[in-house]
């Protein structure tokens, strides 16, 4: 029969279950705290559960898009993770983050805040972050970067804009009482968020839409944060007369790309490239958006927006033509 084992070695046993260091633990600990922080902000923003506003949609949602953020350095110094990729989409979730709070602590319960401010300038820095993330994370994911599959994202990202220019930039274009560089702030969400999204999309091509769970979570969390910025333009081009919070896509979605930092340890491999109908479906669909566009032109009359998304889809099409044409053998 066996000695038993000291107390202090039963401990470290149970910390290290499955193999799981301590340190792993405390994060997936902080993770699930994080979670149902969010479950409980979105639970409230939707009217389930009621509770002072200031708790959830300042304090915990604050904490939740900063501990995101911290996620992200932590991940950096693991085993595994690409270092640069997290501290980029980390700084730019700490970016985010310290918007909210400028925000809560100078406009919160101002009635008519000024535009821009500093809270616009960290918000806007999420992106040019988010996106530097997203480029460093394609040298570990594509081993061999097409730039005209990639593209095919940002055909993917016109057809998503389409829809998107109607519900969220034309109202904010057309709100009153505001000068040009106000609009164009207000504007720039969505159109960021579009980019982002068509980046993230293009990745998916490379990948021949075999998606792992690491880029999937990151598209997820790009489109909530992209989901919020709609819905709160929406919300201030009707003057308030939507009355629903939904400041929880913010904070779910700080916490999927937190998440997706944690599962980017995919090994680059080669696909071959794809044949058939499959290589062409994106840039078919986009085409067919354009025609589309300009059929409808035929019986109503187009506005600005339909015009531009018909033209940013030929010149795709165009790129596209002179990176992918056949080249003489070296």
Do not use: K, N
Not at 121 to 144: H, K
Not at 192 to 217: E, K, P, S
């Amino acid at each position: 029969m066996s000695p038993p084992s000291h107390p202090t070695i039963a401990w470290r046993r149970v910390l290290r279950a499955d193999g799981v260091a301590p340190r792993a633990l405390v994060l997936r600990a902080i993770v699930l705290a994080a979670a149902v922080f969010v479950g409980l902000e979105a639970l409230h923003d939707l009217g389930v559960i009621a509770g002072r506003d200031e708790l959830f949609d300042v304090w915990i949602h604050d904490l939740v898009v900063a501990t995101a953020a911290a996620l992200c350095f932590a991940y950096a110094a693991d085993a595994g993770h690409d270092r640069a990729a997290s501290i980029a989409f980390g700084t730019g979730l700490a970016a985010w983050a310290a918007g909210d709070v400028w925000w809560t602590a100078f406009y919160e319960d101002d009635p008519d805040p000024p535009l821009p401010t500093l809270a616009d300038a960290l918000w806007l820095a999420w992106y040019p972050l988010t996106a530097l993330g997203i480029a460093l994370l394609i040298r570990r994911s594509v081993a061999s970067f097409h730039l005209h599959r990639w593209m095919d994202g940002l055909a993917v990202m016109l057809i998503v804009l389409t829809p998107c220019a109607a519900l969220f930039l034309q109202p904010a274009a057309e709100e009153s009482g505001r000068d040009a560089v106000a609009t164009a702030i207000v504007v720039s969400y969505p159109v960021l968020d579009a980019l982002i999204i068509g980046a993230v999309l293009g990745v998916y091509g490379l990948l021949d839409w075999h998606v792992t769970r690491a880029w999937l979570l990151l598209g997820i969390g790009c489109a909530l944060m992209a989901m919020g910025d709609g819905l709160f333009a929406v919300q201030q081009s009707r003057s308030g007369a939507v009355d629903a919070s939904y400041d929880f896509t913010w904070s779910s979605g700080a916490l999927c790309i937190a998440l997706a930092v944690c599962m980017a340890v995919d090994v680059p491999t080669t696909r071959p490239e794809p044949v058939g109908l499959r290589a062409i479906i994106l840039p078919f669909a986009a085409q067919a958006l354009a025609a589309g566009i300009q059929v409808y032109g035929l019986f109503h009359e187009l506005g600005d927006t339909e015009r531009l998304v018909t033209l940013f889809v030929l010149l795709v099409a165009m790129v596209q033509i002179v990176v992918s044409r056949p080249r003489a053998p070296a």
